[in-house]
């Protein structure tokens, strides 16, 4: 039985949108809008969908970086949302994050040792030598050398200072990553390296991984279950193997007939989605995905589908209406 760590319920989170002379709400952006999934120990899942789907929005949320407008995250059975700055400072240990461009997430007025130990300071968790040895320690994990912490950021390859916020990350002995698109920004033979990096990390110190990523051929390597969103709602989420082999919902489809066959000898149907993505500050009716959908019926344009079991995937689609 696969115990959760972390469970998500109705999270929602909303930017306002403000105009005028006094600043008046006139609307909402719905980055987030009313997800619920969980995150059992020891598994990577991974959450995929195209650009401004509020992936990112999510995980932040889950952290607690952005306040949520809605729900709870429940990690080890406490809810995070409404906590205190005390009482979240105690289990930010447990919570960090990778974030996607290694070239903005470091400090340039530091050096790599001092960026590395300002979670164990911050914390409490060691000084002097021994807080010295902790961030040789660190840098040897994520395959760099103790001579590195005296450089500085700028000195080191994207690929480099990826591995530099991995071992930021670590320094707490954190429970769970959420890994923001870690790899996006590094040239695909680096990616490799990174994406390897992580899986012997999760076996060696037992982490549980939230993989946002847009490239479904990195989610399938590296992840356990998948979940796809659509403007900031979850419309598929699914054991990987089941969801790449067969998905049930038009979304996701369209989405795999996108990744690349290595096999120029292999022919595949590309399911071409129409129209672009409608804006999260108006979203349509219903289901969100209607106006890009080849198997729209009418009830699909009125009423949100509730988000279901169907065969051991749960999928949000009025085609699989009991």
């Known amino acids: 039985m696969k115990q959760p760590l972390v469970e998500i319920k109705n999270l929602k989170k909303y930017f306002p949108i403000k105009k005028g002379f006094l600043s008046r709400t006139?609307?909402?952006v719905k980055a987030v809008d009313g997800l619920?999934?969980?995150?059992?120990?020891?598994?990577?899942?991974g959450l995929v969908g195209e650009s401004g789907c509020g992936k990112s929005t999510t995980g932040?949320?889950?952290?607690?970086?952005?306040?949520p407008t809605e729900g709870e995250v429940l990690y080890a059975g406490k809810n995070l949302v409404g906590m205190n700055k005390r009482e979240l400072r105690t289990l930010r240990k447990d919570l960090q994050i990778v974030f996607q461009d290694p070239y903005a997430s470091l400090d340039p007025r530091l050096t790599v040792g001092d960026i590395i130990a300002e979670p164990l300071e911050i914390h409490g968790l060691a000084q002097g030598k021994e807080k010295d040895r902790k961030v040789e320690e660190l840098l040897?994990?994520?395959?760099?050398?103790?001579?590195?912490?005296k450089r500085y950021a700028h000195e080191f390859s994207g690929g480099q200072r990826q591995r530099i916020g991995i071992a930021r990350a670590l320094a707490l002995n954190?429970?769970?990553?959420?890994?923001?698109e870690p790899v996006s920004a590094l040239d695909v033979s680096?990616?490799?390296?990174?994406?390897?990096?992580?899986?012997?990390?999760?076996?060696?110190f037992e982490l549980?991984?939230?993989f946002i990523s847009h490239d479904l051929s990195v989610v399938r390597h590296i992840s356990d279950r998948v979940g796809v969103m659509y403007l900031g709602r979850m419309v598929e989420l699914a054991d990987k193997n089941a969801l790449f082999q067969s998905p049930k919902h038009p979304y996701t489809q369209a989405l795999l007939s996108a990744v690349p066959q290595p096999n120029p000898l292999l022919k595949k149907e590309r399911i071409v989605l129409q129209g672009d993505v409608p804006s999260p500050a108006n979203p349509p009716s219903g289901c969100t995905f209607h106006?890009?959908?080849s198997a729209c019926m009418d009830i699909c344009k009125t009423e949100k589908p509730v988000f279901r079991k169907v065969d051991n995937q749960y999928v949000a689609c009025h085609l699989y209406n009991e």
Do not use: M, W
């Open 174 to 180: 954190p429970k769970l990553i959420v890994a923001d």
């Open 140 to 149: 040897d994990v994520v395959g760099l050398s103790g001579y590195h912490a």
């Open 190 to 204: 680096i990616q490799s390296q990174v994406i390897n990096l992580l899986q012997d990390l999760q076996q060696q």
């Open 26 to 28: 006139v609307n909402y």
């Open 36 to 45: 619920n999934f969980t995150i059992n120990k020891g598994e990577t899942l």
């Open 291 to 293: 106006p890009r959908c």
């Open 60 to 67: 932040r949320t889950i952290l607690q970086l952005l306040e």
């Open 208 to 210: 549980t991984y939230l």
